[in-house]
């Protein structure tokens, strides 16, 4: 069987980005985990694979990432597949709903490569996220190996862990990147952001992806640690997130939506035979 996909990227965090709407796509964890491989398959930091909308959406967009397990969120794999859709005629709309695995999403496509998604509000209901913890707190306390590490939680959908650090360049994201996404109060795992505040309207990012690793971006980890930050009085409402892949920008309105700004870039496009993988 072959499988045509386009390889997309947005400020480095790469994505191919299926057309299920036209072509039939097996599901299967193993075929997914293969063509994540970026020796032996494609390589990809997360897989999207458009299919046709339901109730009030015009698409749904399935999100898997590299160890096969699917995602809720992604805001920068949105923007790619609001680029996506236009690119390959399935839809000539500038703003449409998108509905992942647990919500809709609104997306704007503006003028030249830049798109703004609206990532809807951030959850902080630990049965929601889901993290272990008796009641909603700004902070908690997370002991990793007897190393005690504060860290906000919350959920743009899925969920996030952020913390605080004094030198984005210095930050233990390879030893707690994976400590902290596996650990046991974090049900579900969880998406890790080492975030460095530099002004009042700028943050330096690093975040550690539940099942990836840590990528050259994260959409929803912005946001995440967008809010984190302005919870704990750090930055204003409207800040420029800088990740080794580049900027993004994100406005929490009201403290209520999180919108989410930045470019979405097509790499190539190809056929793949599923046969060999």
Not at 15 to 35: A, T
Request: glycine share 10%; charged share 25%.
């Amino acid at each position: 069987m072959m499988l045509a996909f386009t390889k997309m990227q947005s400020l480095g965090n790469d994505f191919v980005l299926i057309d299920g709407v036209r072509q039939p796509f097996p599901f299967e964890i193993d075929l997914i985990r293969n063509l994540a491989d970026r020796k032996k398959g494609i390589g990809f930091d997360q897989l999207l694979v458009a299919v046709s909308g339901e109730g009030n959406a015009d698409f749904s967009m399935r999100i898997f990432n590299r160890d096969g397990s699917e995602a809720e969120q992604c805001g920068n794999g949105a923007r790619c597949f609001a680029r996506f859709l236009r690119d390959q005629h399935l839809t000539d709309l500038d703003q449409f709903i998108v509905k992942t695995i647990n919500q809709t999403i609104g997306i704007q496509i503006n003028s030249g490569l830049e798109i703004s998604v609206d990532m809807g509000k951030p959850n902080f209901d630990p049965a929601f996220i889901p993290f272990v913890a008796s009641s909603i707190s700004r902070t908690y306390d997370l002991d990793i190996e007897g190393e005690i590490v504060e860290i906000s939680v919350l959920s743009f959908g899925n969920p996030h862990a952020v913390l605080l650090v004094n030198d984005i360049e210095a930050a233990p994201v390879e030893r707690l990147g994976p400590l902290i996404e596996s650990h046991s109060r974090f049900p579900n795992r969880t998406n890790v952001g080492f975030a460095e505040p530099v002004s009042r309207s700028r943050i330096k990012l690093r975040v550690w992806e539940r099942g990836v690793g840590e990528t050259l971006a994260c959409g929803s980890g912005a946001c995440a640690a967008v809010v984190a930050c302005h919870k704990l009085g750090k930055i204003d409402d409207e800040v420029e997130i800088e990740f080794k892949g580049g900027i993004a920008t994100a406005k929490w309105i009201d403290k209520g939506s999180v919108l989410l700004s930045g470019p979405a870039e097509t790499v190539f496009h190809g056929q793949i035979d599923l046969r060999f993988l």
